[in-house]
């Protein structure tokens, strides 16, 4: 079966640097795709990676190694407005996207 | 640009009631077209997509229905609700290949609650 693997929660500090990490076995590869999801509202697309290696993007950057089947994304200079679910999204060989059930993170001051 | 309009935002229904929910996109052409559900603490469940007018592909049987009677109008309906259909639904497009666009883009959400 088809399956995307990630932290429920986590909790960091303000200012500080966290990494939230997504193992994932999919039939097929075709992307894979990091959302930010604020309690009550719609998901937003956050970063696209389909080549390894590290695409930064302001204060969060995203990472993928397709031999490992694992992606992380970095958020740095942490925020309060930071505190939402992130989920990860693996597009498999059929171009179905397949879902994590996401990492709630608490940013506390 | 492309918008991408849902709605209602929030509706409360007693069980065995219909449903309809409509979502429209703007400034786009041909899209392919999605609805998903969220039950609280799970991940997004993929219930309908649609590649054109009056195509529908359904993922997960159950008493929901979609239809697409337009090329940037789909709907999803249910006769009867069900409590187990209370959920976060999510209107969704992405862009076919030859626009060149293929980030899933949502709605702002329907949050549905049957009593």
């Known amino acids: 079966g088809q399956n995307i693997d990630q932290p429920t929660e986590m909790t960091a500090t303000e200012g500080a640097i966290v990494q939230i990490n997504c193992t994932y076995q999919t039939s097929g590869f075709n992307g894979l795709f990091w959302y930010q999801q604020h309690a009550g509202e719609a998901p937003t697309f956050l970063s696209y990676?389909?080549l390894d290696g590290l695409e930064e993007k302001g204060r969060f950057s995203s990472f993928l190694s397709r031999s490992k089947g694992y992606s992380y994304l970095l958020l740095k200079e942490l925020q309060m407005k930071d505190s939402a679910s992130y989920l990860c999204a693996v597009r498999d060989s059929n171009y179905q996207l397949i879902w994590g059930a996401g990492t709630k993170l608490i940013i506390k001051p | 640009s492309q918008t991408i309009h849902q709605w209602p935002a929030t509706l409360v229904q007693p069980v065995g009631s219909p449903l309809s929910l409509e979502c429209t996109v703007e400034g786009t052409s041909n899209p392919n077209l999605y609805w998903y559900r969220q039950a609280a603490g799970r991940g997004l469940q993929l219930l309908f997509y649609s590649v054109g007018i009056g195509q529908i592909s359904s993922e997960v049987p159950q008493n929901l229905s979609a239809s697409r009677p337009q090329d940037r109008q789909f709907i999803l309906s249910s006769k009867k609700l069900l409590l187990s259909d209370s959920g976060f639904y999510l209107c969704?497009?992405?862009?076919?290949?030859?626009?060149?666009?293929?980030?899933?883009?949502f709605g702002a959400g329907s949050r549905l609650t049957v009593l």
């Open positions: 969704a497009w992405t862009g076919t290949a030859a626009s060149g666009a293929n980030v899933l883009t």
């Open positions: 990676n389909v």
